[in-house]
């Protein structure tokens, strides 16, 4: 059984043409009418297909195709359609699709089977205009409450239920997704790894954890034209060099991945001081910014560390952390370092992992492991039933961006393992 590569392709046009962008990516952000859109029409295939359309109190969308057994827990396939503003047009939408082909794969040869087979749309993954991200598929398995989700506001105040509603996709708790025999997650990787392994699929062991901190850097603020170089606490040169050293850190320990991502770097000036000299009071717009000719007396900075093994993960953020305070003390400048959240590495279900390979190495597909990078549903699904994902691999390594690309014959390799992985999990 093989499934039809044209369709697929000719299905995700159709989808791809909702929110489109001017650069060939899309954006779709949640609850849009782009969204009701892209979820319309999703809902209308599988209507078409004969499948029941359930709609849960978040708006988590299931075309329900009947199993045999018709209490039977339900093999479930699942990504988002929604997007980032300019994203690329396979993140999560080529999840979804794959799902539908591969229930109408087989539709085609009229193949019963003993579960339910559920293609699923979660709501909202993307987190942009409603935080959090992935909070639907968390709702599930309890990490949110549903009046958590629905009091979410946008930037312009609207709150994410009264938006679901707007749209017409305000369900019912009682079709909630309560169980699962298995949850398939297809996903374009977004990443690099597929590509320099030269193979089309990719298996995917778990999520990557990550930590995050907020690190602060205190010197003193003073003249740049009268304070000698050897007097000088200047925090912008302690923070150069902690981006830089962070990064020698995370090449030296295999696995690891660390970021500065954001820098602010804010000079003072204080209202009296504006007062006491006319010509400077120009200088309180510039509170909080930076100035060419100070030096800088405090710089806020981000750090983002991540790493698939959670006592790696630990020990990566304890260097760091003994980074920071050594860099303080040699530029004396005070040093704070602060985790603000995290997340522990996540692995899915080694069973399912070791059926997707089999699946891959029966339709003749190489295919490696690796872990994701970016969080998915799948990671709370997981807690719901046996999870995995399987990656497409991506052309020149980008994601969430308009460029962000994958070549159909990867995508029907994929698809096609999918189908074969699911097939035996629907046996
Ligand atoms: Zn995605």
Known sequence: MRIDRGRLQRTWEAMSRIGATPGGGITRLACTDEDRQARDLFSTWCR???????VDDVGNIYGWRAGQEANAAPVVIGSHLDSVPNGGNFDGVLGVLAGLEVA?????????TGRPLVVTCFSNEEGIRFEPAMGCSGALVGRYTVDQLHDARDAAGARFGDELARIGYLGRSEDRLRSAHAYFELHIE????????????????????????????RGRQCHAGTTPMDERRDALVAASRLVVEIRDLARARPGAFATVGNLQVETLTHAAHAHAHPELSELALWKGKSMRNVVPGTVRL???MRHDDADELTALVDAA???????????????????????????????????????????GIRSVRLASGPGQDAMYLRELAPAVMIFVRTRDGRGHFETETASWDDCEAATNVLLRAVRTALA
């Open 190 to 217: 977004q990443g690099p790894i597929l590509e320099r392994a030269d193979v089309s699929v990719g298996v995917v062991t778990g999520v990557r954890g990550y930590q995050w901190a907020e690190v602060q850097f």
């Open 104 to 112: 109408r794969t087989l539709d085609d040869h009229n193949a019963r």
């Open 321 to 363: 952390g003994d980074i920071v305070r050594r860099i303080g003390r040699e530029e004396s400048v005070e040093s704070t370092f602060m985790l603000t959240s995290g997340l522990e590495p996540i692995s899915f279900d080694p069973v399912l992992t070791t059926s997707v390979e089999d699946a891959a190495r029966i339709c």
């Open 48 to 54: 078409e297909a004969g499948y029941d359309v359930r």
């Open 302 to 304: 981000t750090l983002d």
